[in-house]
């Protein structure tokens, strides 16, 4: 069923219409929204700058992509706003020498850039010039560089912040703020066009779910899987990953953000599998964790469920105007009852002497030094949208709460290894822990689970939008069925 189903969607994602794209008018509704709350000053945006290398793939930095459209390297976007009204906005480029140009493109057609965006283009020697003309015209926003979220307050000094360093030192007297925190409150809620697009890059996720699900069995390569997910994605549409596939099997599956995938997977195994696809510069992000010979044991199957049920809690307590944190409780309350209960713990509430650096936590947020916590440290989600973590969800929300029409993972895990306890500090607290957990934890020595959906909020709750077979026996027919399938020669 789920074969023909996939195969029909696959289908379906080729040849069928495409999403709407977004309308020259939208990215225009977008900087007038922007220079309202900015009421008088300057918007000073970089983009993305030229790739290192020959096989790494250009993206666009997700503000600047927000803002323009414009998806060409080196980039930079100037608006002037007077009373909450734009008065000048313009993209500038470096010019491009005429043999440079037989290799990486000739610049845009100017009347077509116009027509596609709204805005101007001029050569980026004159930017300086530029800026220094507008220097009197209020504050200076700035958009930082960076190509995720989660590096901005680590990003080096990069062409915008050197840009602006350069500029500040010549006008000491301009006020430089950074318009970030504005941006992110606007993109966490998606338009129509976006939740289009966002749709299709979850649709083509989910295929590669089903594609990795068929082909996972004792022998084969994480790499092989990894492979198969990138030409699945690139066959449907999609113009690739949205972010470097996680797969790992056996003791690799207990590593959040394992990468290597170079392991070769063995029976009795899981193997976890985050993928998503990028399409029209719009992220997928979905995980499931499959058994590698195609049917969970009792161990994997108890751990398996507690997952689920700490996700299916989540997604009931989401909607509009509901604490992201509601969410997040949902799930610790469930991973520490049913923790307990298998023995992992010494209790729902029972605490531990951690060992992470910002150990100093557990005053303000007590769960981080609750035994429950050792077995998933990291947040249950994130928004996606323009960037694999997006503005919204658990981690990056702007306000706190969810908001209507924007989409976001729910993402638990419990990750199960001895290397956990080998970790810990020696302290009598830790001692009498590692005693009465280490048999069970070396049990379920290398059983990692998580599962990850993204969602859609709506007025009453949300809409489950990546449909990947999720429940045990949906992902054991699956595989099962595939393992058929190849014994058969068809």
């Given at each position: 069923?789920?074969?023909?189903?996939?195969?029909?969607?696959?289908?379906?994602?080729?040849?069928?219409?495409?999403?709407?794209?977004?309308?020259?008018?939208?990215?225009?509704?977008?900087?007038?929204?922007?220079?309202?709350?900015?009421?008088?000053?300057?918007?000073?945006?970089?983009?993305?700058?030229?790739?290192?290398?020959?096989?790494?793939?250009?993206?666009?930095?997700?503000?600047?992509?927000?803002?323009?459209?414009?998806?060409?390297?080196?980039?930079?976007?100037?608006?002037?706003?007077?009373?909450?009204?734009?008065?000048?906005?313009?993209?500038?480029?470096?010019?491009?020498?005429?043999?440079?140009?037989?290799?990486?493109?000739?610049?845009?057609?100017?009347?077509?850039?116009?027509?596609?965006?709204?805005?101007?283009?001029?050569?980026?020697?004159?930017?300086?010039?530029?800026?220094?003309?507008?220097?009197?015209?209020?504050?200076?926003?700035?958009?930082?560089?960076?190509?995720?979220?989660?590096?901005?307050?680590?990003?080096?000094?990069?062409?915008?912040?050197?840009?602006?360093?350069?500029?500040?030192?010549?006008?000491?007297?301009?006020?430089?703020?950074?318009?970030?925190?504005?941006?992110?409150?606007?993109?966490?809620?998606?338009?129509?066009?976006?939740?289009?697009?966002?749709?299709?890059?979850?649709?083509?996720?989910?295929?590669?779910?089903?594609?990795?699900?068929?082909?996972?069995?004792?022998?084969?390569?994480?790499?092989?899987?990894?492979?198969?997910?990138?030409?699945?994605?690139?066959?449907?549409?999609?113009?690739?990953?949205?972010?470097?596939?996680?797969?790992?099997?056996?003791?690799?599956?207990?590593?959040?953000?394992?990468?290597?995938?170079?392991?070769?997977?063995?029976?009795?195994?899981?193997?976890?599998?985050?993928?998503?696809?990028?399409?029209?510069?719009?992220?997928?992000?979905?995980?499931?964790?499959?058994?590698?010979?195609?049917?969970?044991?009792?161990?994997?199957?108890?751990?398996?469920?507690?997952?689920?049920?700490?996700?299916?809690?989540?997604?009931?307590?989401?909607?509009?105007?509901?604490?992201?944190?509601?969410?997040?409780?949902a799930i610790r309350a469930i991973m520490a009852t049913e923790l307990a209960r298998l023995g992992l713990t010494e209790g729902p509430d029972a605490t531990f002497d951690p060992p992470w650096a910002d150990a100093a936590r557990c005053e303000r947020v007590p769960v981080v030094c609750t035994q429950a916590f050792l077995y998933m440290a990291h947040g249950p989600g994130h928004g996606i949208g323009l960037e694999v973590h997006d503005a919204g969800g658990y981690?990056?929300?702007?306000?706190?709460?969810?908001?209507?029409?924007?989409?976001?993972?729910?993402?638990?895990?419990?990750?199960?290894?001895?290397?956990?306890?080998?970790?810990?500090?020696?302290?009598?607290?830790?001692?009498?822990?590692?005693?009465?957990?280490?048999?069970?934890?070396?049990?379920?020595?290398?059983?990692?689970?998580?599962?990850?959906?993204?969602?859609?909020?709506?007025?009453?709750?949300?809409?489950?939008?990546?449909?990947?077979?999720?429940?045990?026996?949906?992902?054991?027919?699956?595989?099962?069925?595939?393992?058929?399938?190849?014994?058969?020669?068809?």
């Amino acid at each position: 069923m789920f074969r023909f189903a996939s195969m029909c969607l696959l289908g379906l994602l080729i040849a069928g219409p495409l999403p709407a794209q977004i309308p020259t008018a939208e990215y225009a509704a977008r900087r007038d929204t922007v220079a309202a709350h900015l009421g008088d000053g300057v918007l000073l945006a970089f983009g993305a700058g030229e790739p290192m290398t020959d096989e790494a793939d250009f993206h666009q930095l997700p503000a600047f992509q927000y803002l323009t459209g414009y998806d060409r390297v080196n980039a930079v976007f100037v608006m002037a706003v007077r009373g909450g009204r734009v008065t000048y906005q313009m993209l500038f480029e470096p010019p491009i020498d005429p043999r440079r140009a037989l290799y990486d493109g000739f610049a845009p057609d100017s009347a077509d850039l116009e027509r596609r965006t709204g805005l101007g283009l001029r050569d980026r020697d004159r930017l300086r010039e530029v800026m220094d003309g507008l220097a009197g015209r209020g504050t200076l926003w700035t958009v930082t560089d960076a190509h995720s979220r989660d590096y901005r307050s680590t990003d080096s000094l990069s062409a915008e912040r050197y840009f602006v360093q350069r500029f500040w030192a010549a006008h000491p007297n301009v006020t430089v703020r950074s318009a970030d925190a504005l941006l992110d409150s606007l993109m966490v809620v998606k338009s129509p066009a976006e939740i289009a697009l966002l749709r299709k890059a979850v649709d083509i996720s989910v295929l590669g779910q089903i594609a990795a699900m068929k082909a996972v069995r004792p022998g084969v390569n994480e790499h092989d899987i990894f492979a198969l997910t990138d030409y699945t994605f690139r066959m449907a549409g999609a113009s690739g990953p949205s972010f470097r596939a996680i797969i790992g099997s056996g003791p690799n599956s207990t590593s959040y953000h394992y990468r290597a995938n170079d392991r070769v997977m063995q029976a009795g195994e899981v193997v976890v599998m985050d993928m998503g696809a990028l399409y029209d510069g719009y992220a997928g992000d979905v995980t499931r964790t499959v058994p590698v010979n195609g049917k969970y044991t009792a161990d994997q199957a108890a751990i398996y469920s507690i997952v689920r049920s700490a996700q299916q809690a989540a997604a009931d307590v989401a909607r509009p105007g509901e604490p992201v944190g509601t969410g997040d409780k949902a799930i610790r309350a469930i991973m520490a009852t049913e923790l307990a209960r298998l023995g992992l713990t010494e209790g729902p509430d029972a605490t531990f002497d951690p060992p992470w650096a910002d150990a100093a936590r557990c005053e303000r947020v007590p769960v981080v030094c609750t035994q429950a916590f050792l077995y998933m440290a990291h947040g249950p989600g994130h928004g996606i949208g323009l960037e694999v973590h997006d503005a919204g969800g658990y981690s990056y929300s702007p306000t706190g709460s969810f908001q209507l029409n924007e989409v976001f993972t729910i993402e638990p895990g419990i990750y199960i290894s001895t290397a956990l306890l080998d970790m810990l500090a020696d302290t009598p607290k830790n001692r009498a822990f590692i005693a009465r957990v280490r048999p069970v934890v070396e049990r379920y020595n290398h059983i990692g689970i998580r599962i990850e959906d993204d969602y859609l909020v709506t007025p009453t709750g949300v809409e489950w939008l990546s449909k990947a077979p999720r429940e045990i026996r949906e992902i054991e027919a699956v595989m099962q069925a595939a393992a058929k399938s190849r014994r058969s020669g068809s």
